[in-house]
């Protein structure tokens, strides 16, 4: 799926996007590529709104849609009380509605998948949204939410779904005509630089700034494959395999082109992004704007324009203890300011662009709904547990690195995701 994307699986459309929102990195290009620094690094995994640009532009339906982070406001369509319950340290960002990507929401939106699935934030939460129809005439789409916890003993990170499909297609991938199309129609548009810009829209400052694409355009890349739109097996090796016997520390990362990738862009005639970033590398244009780039940002602060987003603060969500954070961009904020009630003189207004409904399908459901009688005796015994659970993960010190025993800041250090997965079992069978 790369960035973004969409392919095909008997019958079923999925969708997907990489990465989690900030704004003062959404509207930039990609740039980055090994050896990172430290800007770039915390950049690199970011959405960029070329992304939701392309996305957009889709008109068929949608089956599936996947996202690393929450689209926001997905949480006012589920069991709120339950995943507050679990997840104290959420309130704050989910009472000021800030809570997840904008512009996953905004996706969500357009798209209306069948079901969309999401990570990020370490907690089973299955949510249904009922969207508005434009037209009386137009039926009601809804979509299923549905979020699971990190793959852990004891934890809800696995839920089987029934997906309606074609039983008789092949068990291969396919192309989905209409992205192939919108990538075609978008290839201009591709930035590999960190300069801050927008997409065409219709302000009156470009001559386009519709890009979806004809029924016509589709059809060109149909024949173009001559209707053959299984996705070829052509994975290659770039890099070796990990050797135990050979151990190789402190190797730096080297930036690699992917055979794969420029095959595809080769096939349809786009911009293959990585190999036109190390072009660019190779004239020696960009080394010496990066720096002077740098040096401003880190004397001025961040140079670009106003972000269509008022908000820079979902990108890693609250405090999170499940969560493994790549620096401490987000400062040592203090847990105890993550779960206050909210101010009975400022109460939060979820009105203006949601609906109320909150019907759970079957398939999905967690437990009842908040709206519900809350005196249920097995949400109760369920809410005591998780809460004891969630008191218990508290105590756990943060998984951030960068200081030692003493409190001295230290050089800053990736902390590997599955350093210590195993170690955790022990633990979490005596709780």
């Known amino acids: 799926l790369g960035y973004a994307g969409v392919v095909r699986f008997r019958g079923v459309r999925i969708g997907?996007?990489?990465?989690?929102?900030?704004?003062?990195?959404?509207?930039k290009g990609h740039f980055e590529c090994p050896p990172y620094n430290q800007q770039t690094i915390r950049s690199a995994y970011h959405v960029r709104n070329i992304e939701v640009f392309k996305l957009k532009q889709l008109k068929r339906p949608m089956d599936i849609f996947m996202s690393h982070d929450w689209p926001?406001?997905?949480?006012?369509?589920?069991?709120?009380?339950?995943?507050?319950?679990?997840?104290s340290f959420f309130r704050?960002?989910?009472?000021?509605?800030?809570?997840?990507?904008?512009?996953?929401?905004?996706?969500?939106?357009?798209?209306?998948?069948?079901?969309?699935?999401?990570a990020h934030l370490h907690v089973k939460f299955a949510a249904f949204m009922q969207h508005q129809t434009n037209s009386k005439e137009e039926l009601p789409k809804a979509t299923k939410f549905l979020a699971l916890d990190k793959c852990l003993p004891h934890r809800d990170f696995l839920q089987i779904i029934d997906v309606e499909h074609d039983p008789t297609a092949g068990d291969s991938l396919e192309y989905d005509a209409e992205w192939i199309a919108v990538?075609?129609?978008?290839?201009?548009?591709?930035?590999?630089?960190?300069?801050?810009?927008?997409?065409?829209?219709n302000n009156g400052l470009h001559a386009k700034w519709d890009y979806?694409?004809?029924?016509e355009a589709i059809k060109e890349v149909l024949e173009e494959l001559n209707h053959n739109l299984k996705i070829p097996c052509n994975f290659t090796l770039t890099a070796a395999?990990?050797?135990?016997?050979?151990?190789?520390?402190?190797?730096?990362?080297?930036?690699?082109?992917?055979p794969q990738t420029t095959e595809f862009c080769a096939q349809f005639g786009l911009t293959d992004i990585n190999d036109r970033i190390q072009q660019v590398k190779e004239e020696g244009s960009v080394r010496g704007e990066y720096e002077e780039e740098e040096e401003e940002m880190d004397s001025f602060g961040s140079a670009e324009e106003p972000s269509e987003y008022n908000t820079d603060n979902s990108g890693l969500s609250s405090i999170n203890p499940d969560?493994?954070?790549l620096d401490d961009e987000g400062g040592d904020e203090d847990l105890s300011t993550c779960s206050v009630d909210p101010s009975p003189d400022h109460p939060p207004d979820f009105s203006a662009s949601l609906s109320d409904i909150r019907i759970m399908p079957d398939s999905m459901a967690v437990s009842s709904d908040d709206a519900m009688d809350s005196t249920n005796e097995e949400l109760e015994k369920s809410g005591a547990s998780k809460q004891a659970e969630e008191k218990s993960l508290s105590e756990r010190p943060l998984k951030r690195v960068g200081g030692n025993e003493n409190g001295n800041s230290g050089v800053k250090k990736i902390k590997r995701r599955n350093q210590a997965i195993y170690a955790a079992e022990d633990e979490d069978k005596t709780e």
């Open 72 to 87: 926001r406001s997905i949480y006012h369509y589920g069991n709120k009380k339950q995943l507050l319950k679990m997840k």
């Open 92 to 118: 704050q960002e989910v009472e000021s509605n800030t809570l997840g990507s904008p512009a996953a929401s905004e996706l969500l939106q357009h798209l209306k998948p069948s079901y969309w699935f999401s």
């Open 241 to 258: 395999c990990y050797d135990p016997s050979k151990p190789q520390k402190n190797m730096e990362p080297v930036h690699t082109i992917n």
């Open 212 to 215: 979806s694409v004809t029924e």
């Open 16 to 27: 997907g996007i990489s990465g989690i929102f900030k704004s003062h990195d959404y509207r």
């Open 323 to 325: 969560e493994i954070m």
């Open 183 to 201: 990538l075609k129609a978008t290839n201009s548009l591709v930035n590999v630089t960190q300069s801050s810009w927008s997409m065409p829209e």
